[in-house]
């Protein structure tokens, strides 16, 4: 047996969000965000598509994992349990402002939470999941 692996913390590697269009959404994640895509794969016999993505290396950092079914057509259902992910940056203001003239949707523009605290806003990825921006000094 592997002690090693065996003491090791348990920890949360990524979260799978199911996507319409791969491309359009690894641009989303990796140009918009600022994540690096860590490694895409297609499995034939499956006719699925596997890219992952994320701020730093999977071995350190919880990612993303991005599944494309090729046979997929309409957009899926997002369901009423889903919340949203969370990012942490430097300038919400100024990454709102990018991200809108990239015609990125902001349901929530950037400003303080109506019951104090964070400042914070919301934006959708291109299948519409929700992704908000917390203002953090990093």
């Known amino acids: 047996m592997n002690t090693a692996a ?3 913390q348990p920890r949360l590697l990524h979260t799978m969000l199911r996507v319409l269009d791969l491309d359009k959404s690894i641009d989303f994640y990796t140009r918009l965000l600022g994540m ?3 490694r895409r794969k297609d499995y034939p016999s499956g006719e699925f598509t596997l890219a992952f993505v994320g701020f730093g290396d ?3 950092t919880a990612v993303i994992e991005l599944t494309h079914n090729w ?3 309409e957009p899926y259902q997002l369901g009423t ?3 949203h992910l969370a990012i942490g940056v430097g300038d919400i203001y100024g990454t709102c402002e990018r991200l809108a003239k990239e015609g990125v949707k902001i ?3 950037p400003g303080p939470m ?3 605290g964070s400042v914070i806003a919301f934006v959708e990825d291109p299948d519409g ?3 908000e921006l917390i203002e953090k000094s990093l």
């Open 36 to 38: 690096k895509l860590l």
């Open 129 to 131: 999941y929700k992704i």
């Open 71 to 73: 046979g997929q057509k």
């Open 58 to 60: 999977e071995n350190d």
């Open 81 to 83: 349990a889903f919340g």
């Open 114 to 116: 109506k019951h104090g």
């Open 6 to 8: 065996h003491d090791a």
């Open 107 to 109: 349901p929530r523009p």
